[in-house]
């Protein structure tokens, strides 16, 4: 498989490959145990493709390697640089750790780190801005693997510094993978089984919406997509799948 570079920016030669970018956030990649239900989503998607798995820190702030108890480890002495490394480390873990799971289950599977994934950005290490992306390792990667395991959240600068996309950086960088392979569609997996109407947790007969407009998304101000990651779909004409990672229920489709 080949790219080539087009109007500053590479683009994949041969499309002929079925490709899809899946997107688990951190209450999906927790524990083994809700692993396990992730790897049962990746086992099915793989029979229809090739797979880039985009996954977030596991678990949430008090879970020992998720992203705000990676930063209640440092100092607010520290510069943004340094914040950004260390909880770089969070997605990276997980990554790791999910690819040596599906080894186990004798799924063909690979991680690359982040100088690897290739999302380039500038040097705003919180709240880093995209500059170009580069598919060439991913398409390396997936020559020879089936799945392709990477980290969200977390770019890298021209100095080849770890920088951070902002809160919700790993559901824009699903988008972020999918439109540098070439892909007009996205499924993110969370702990919700799509977007609802009222908040499902506190509304047990809360209605599901089947499909929203990105400009009806972004008026709900919804916590279950970051705008950034569907300002950015919008804009590159990127439908995005929201589904739940624990149900068979429908999800919902969020696009023109």
């Known amino acids: 498989m080949e790219v080539k570079e087009k109007n500053g920016r590479f683009m994949r030669t041969d499309a002929s490959m079925p490709l899809q970018v899946l997107k688990f956030g951190g209450t999906s990649m927790r524990t083994r145990t809700t692993r396990k239900a992730v790897i049962a989503h990746i086992k099915t998607q793989r029979e229809k493709a090739k797979l ?13 390697y998720a992203t705000d108890t990676l930063l209640s480890l440092g100092s607010l002495k520290m510069r943004k640089k340094e914040q950004a490394s260390l909880v770089s480390i969070g997605e990276q873990l997980s990554a790791l750790t999910l690819c040596a799971e599906l080894l186990e289950e004798g ?13 380039i950005s500038d040097q705003h290490y919180d709240y880093a801005q995209v500059k170009y992306m580069d598919p060439s390792g991913i398409l390396k990667a997936l020559e020879q693997f089936d799945v392709v ?13 770890v920088t ?20 007009k569609e996205a499924i993110i997996y ?53 589904k739940g990672t624990f149900s068979k229920e429908e999800g919902t489709w969020i696009g023109s």
């Open 164 to 183: 951070t996309l902002g809160r919700g950086g790993s559901d824009y960088s699903a988008v972020l993978f999918a439109d540098m392979l070439g892909l």
């Open 52 to 64: 880039v798995v985009v996954v977030s820190a596991m678990g949430r702030f008090r879970d020992p």
């Open 149 to 161: 395991v990477v980290g969200g959240f977390i770019a890298i600068d021209e100095e080849m510094e």
């Open 107 to 119: 799924i063909s599977a690979c991680t690359l780190s982040f100088l690897e994934a290739g999302i």
């Open 190 to 242: 969370t702990d919700v089984n799509g977007v609802y109407v009222e908040d499902p947790k506190q509304q047990k007969n809360a209605r599901k919406y089947e499909y929203l407009s990105y400009g009806s998304m972004l008026a709900l101000h919804s916590r279950v997509l970051h705008d950034r990651c569907v300002v950015y779909a919008r804009d590159h004409h990127i439908r995005i799948y929201v």
